[in-house]
Structures are given as C-alpha cells and as structure tokens.
C-alpha cells in the first residue's frame, strides 16, 4: 500500500535551516505530482509546496514561504525533499508530505490523497 | 484569498444520529470542494472530493452536496470513530486554495 515517511524536523532557531525529506513506497513515485502541506497546532491544513511528477520541472509555491523554502525531488531514491531556510516563529507546524491525488478519470492539482505521518518544525529561541 | 466559514466549530450528537456540517466560502468555489477528516494525532484523510465524490474506500454514510458558496457534509448513522475534526478545503483558486477552521464532533 501508499506509504509515505517524513524525516528531519526538530528544533530550530530563527533565521536557521532545515532540510525535510520524504521516502515514498507502494506505488510508481515518478508518476506522481507531490506536495508538502503543514498545519500549526490547533488549525486548519495549509498547502505550501507543489512539484510536477517526471522530472519535477514545475514547482510552485504558498506566497508564505516563496523565496524561503525550496522544493526537489529524486525518483531514483522515491524521494521527495523540502529545504526550508530563513525559518520564522509562524513557521512552526507539523509538516506532511502528500501524494497528488488522482481517480480513474483524472488528477486533481491542490488535492491530497495520501498524507504521511508528519514532521514537527518548532521554530523559537 | 478564498475564507472558508464552518459552522459549527462544534457539534454534538449521539452515536446513531445524522450529523450534518456547513462550510460557507467568501466567494464561489464553483464544485472544487473537498472533505477532510483528521483523527487525533493523525494526519487527515480526503473524504469527499469535488462536492460530492467519495475518495476510495470511503463509506457511503459520508456524502457531501452542495455548490458555489454553500456547501454540506453529511454523515449519517454516526458511529463512535465518527467523532473527530473535520475540515472543509477548496482548490478553485489552487495554488493556494485554502482550508476552513474545522469542526469538532463530539458524543453527546
């Protein structure tokens, strides 16, 4: 089945760095649109992050964290990353890694179908 | 941006009854309306997709109607693992689409 396994949140101060990864399993990693979401304690989901399947070669961004974090993706390790720079307080939020989803007659852009465990980020001093 | 509105932040029902929750947005959404359920500690899990269509493996007591501005989520039969958050999310305007604030069903 979909598996989907974030790694590297932690403690960070702010104005410091994180590099977030994603292991994907259960299905043709390449074939798929991915995306990050994340959700700060007590609130709604919130998209942040989106790459093309293929060779990634379109990403797009929340205008939150345009210019900040960065998007990439490795099919050869079924990987999907988020480099995640110039961290602020409002950045604190448990970060998921999702699948694009798609039904048997399309796929659907800005839609989550299959969502990984998540990754806390706590940004403070 | 597009605000989703839900209504009401919490509801209140016995196991068995009919539950039905709002979600209104500030602008048209036409039918890119989806469903999210989230269980505690859990990341959340798509439910109803444009409006009215239940993702994979989704019982057919979840169903959703409903289209530009007001829209309606509707779990019948409640069953005690129906008792958690629920958020409303539109992707008309993706990227970004947004979410609603969520609300809480809870047992009576």
């Known amino acids: 089945q979909v598996q989907l396994v974030e790694s590297g949140g932690g403690l960070v101060k702010p104005g ?6 994603c292991t994907a399993s259960g299905f043709t ?4 649109h ?10 709604g989901p919130q998209w942040i992050a989106y ?4 060779d990634g070669t379109y990403t797009n961004y929340a205008d939150s964290v345009r210019g900040r974090f960065s998007i990439s993706r490795d099919n050869a390790k079924n990987s999907m990353f988020l480099h995640l720079t110039g961290l602020r307080s409002d950045d604190t939020a448990v970060y998921y890694c999702t699948r694009g989803f798609c039904d048997t007659t399309a796929c659907y852009h800005g839609l989550a179908g299959d969502w990984g465990q998540g990754t806390l980020v706590t940004v403070s001093s | 941006e597009i605000v989703l509105t839900q209504s009401p932040a919490t509801l209140s029902l016995s ?18 309306l989806a469903w999210y359920q989230q269980k505690p500690g859990q990341a959340p899990r798509l439910l109803i ?26 779990i019948s039969s409640l069953e005690p693992e129906d008792f958690v958050v629920y958020f409303c999310h539109q992707r008309s305007d993706w990227p970004p689409g947004t979410f609603g604030h969520g609300t809480r069903l809870e047992i009576k």
């Open chain 1, 34 to 43: 991915m995306n990050w979401f994340r959700q700060a304690p007590g609130k």
């Open chain 2, 15 to 32: 196991p068995g009854e009919t539950a039905t929750l709002s979600c209104r947005a500030s602008q048209s959404v036409d039918t890119y």
């Open chain 1, 51 to 54: 790459i093309s399947d293929r």
């Open chain 1, 29 to 32: 990693f390449k074939d798929y």
């Open chain 2, 49 to 74: 997709y444009d409006t009215s269509k239940r993702a994979t493996g989704i019982p057919a007591r979840f169903s959703g109607r409903g289209s530009g501005t007001d829209f309606t989520l509707t």
């Open chain 1, 16 to 21: 410091g760095s994180l590099r977030l990864s």
